[in-house]
């Protein structure tokens, strides 16, 4: 069985970080632009960071530039958003999801802020940012 699964939410005071897990299982991430996702209470689901599987380019929506990285490790089929200085707007639900389009660094940001939608979601891990 295919899927991907998060980890690593928790709830930190403002200012502090997280570092989320995406592991897969069953297929191997090495051939995949992987993409984070959040939803907060009462908004909609937005994209958030992506990591090419060719070169490494990466994609960050502008309110986490600086603050936020994305990295991908394949020997462990895994993908992490280290998520540093953060701010209560950040609580959300994160999901991670992966996307066989083959993107480079002229290609990773539209895709990423404009095509990349998931079909499915996983059960995503909670972020909480409160003193």
């Known amino acids: 069985q295919v899927h991907l699964v998060e980890s690593g939410g928790g709830l930190v005071q403002p200012g502090g970080s997280l570092r989320l897990s995406c592991a897969a299982s069953g297929f191997t991430l090495d051939y995949y632009t992987i993409g984070w996702f959040r939803q907060a209470p009462g908004k909609e689901r937005e994209g958030v960071s992506c990591?090419?599987?060719?070169?490494?380019?990466?994609y960050y929506a502008d309110s986490v530039k600086g603050r936020f990285t994305i990295s991908r490790d394949n020997r462990k089929n895994t993908v992490y958003l280290q998520m540093n200085s953060l701010k209560p707007e950040n609580t959300a639900v994160y999901y991670c999801?992966?996307?066989?389009?083959?993107?480079?660094?002229?290609?990773?940001?539209?895709?990423?802020?404009?095509?990349?939608?998931?079909?499915?979601w996983g059960q995503g891990a909670q972020g909480t940012v409160s003193s």
């Open positions: 990591i090419s599987s060719v070169d490494g380019s990466t």
């Open positions: 999801a992966a996307d066989g389009m083959v993107v480079r660094s002229s290609t990773v940001q539209p895709f990423c802020a404009e095509t990349f939608i998931p079909g499915s």
